[in-house]
């Protein structure tokens, strides 16, 4: 079975500073890595995702996360947050086989003050 | 434009009450799925859809019914519903051939039911 863990239900932050937001998984199989953002009334929306080679994956709006698959994890980095990415940041796997489930973690809510 | 288009937005219920939460997407997906999403939680899958008349439980499945008649359409059907099934509902698609193509969300359902 499959589980992913954030540890940090919410992370406040100030405009402009760096961020991580921490994700860890546990997986008896190979998996896919996903990061996606809820927006408040929206859907979500993804971010970056990990599926092979390069272990540092770039994605929209400026944020990135690195694969490291001794520690199983998977941190999501941005090195100078807006106020406009308060939002809700899911960390996923799904299993590299047939399997199309997302395993979600339980969220990280970030907090950009001014 | 690419979408997932869930109906209605927002619905509050009475215990008992059928009701019907319908999901609609226009990328000829073949995989289809239903989450709901409750604080602390993460989003948790209920159902989901291989492909026409091919349905199978999620983790959650309890209390729920699908059906997958056409490709575009994936209902969520609650046919007794029950205050334990208050939470956000997203209904997500993907092409379907391989698990490493990033699945597409719907706005939400917010479902009280009192």
């Known amino acids: 079975a499959q589980s992913v863990t954030q540890l940090d239900s919410q992370v406040p932050v100030f405009e402009e500073a760096p961020v991580e937001l921490r994700c860890n998984y546990s997986?008896?199989?190979?998996?896919?890595l996903f990061w996606y953002v809820q927006y408040p009334n929206q859907g979500l929306q993804l971010l970056l995702k990990?599926?092979?080679?390069?272990?540092l994956v770039k994605g929209i709006n400026g944020f990135e996360a690195e694969f490291n698959k001794s520690q199983t994890s998977f941190h999501l980095r941005k090195p100078s947050v807006h106020i406009s990415d308060t939002a809700e940041y899911f960390c996923?796997?799904?299993?590299?086989?047939?399997?199309?489930?997302?395993?979600f973690g339980s969220g990280t809510r970030l907090l950009v003050r001014p | 434009e690419a979408q997932v288009t869930q109906n209605p937005r927002y619905l509050i219920t009475v215990t008992g009450k059928k009701l019907t939460v319908t999901c609609s997407q226009n990328m000829n997906h073949e995989y289809m799925s239903w989450y709901r999403q409750d604080p602390g939680l993460g989003l948790r899958q209920i159902y989901y859809?291989?492909?026409?008349?091919?349905?199978d439980k999620g983790d959650v499945p309890e209390g729920y019914k699908v059906s997958r008649k056409e490709k575009r359409n994936f209902p969520l059907i609650l046919e007794s519903p029950s205050p334990n099934q208050t939470s956000l509902y997203f209904c997500a698609s993907s092409p379907g051939q391989t698990s490493n193509q990033p699945q597409h969300f719907g706005d939400g359902t917010r479902l009280s039911i009192l």
């Open positions: 996923a796997v799904i299993r590299m086989d047939s399997s199309y489930k997302l395993i």
């Open positions: 997986s008896s199989v190979s998996v896919y």
């Open positions: 859809s291989m492909n026409v008349e091919v349905t």
């Open positions: 990990y599926l092979s080679g390069s272990t």
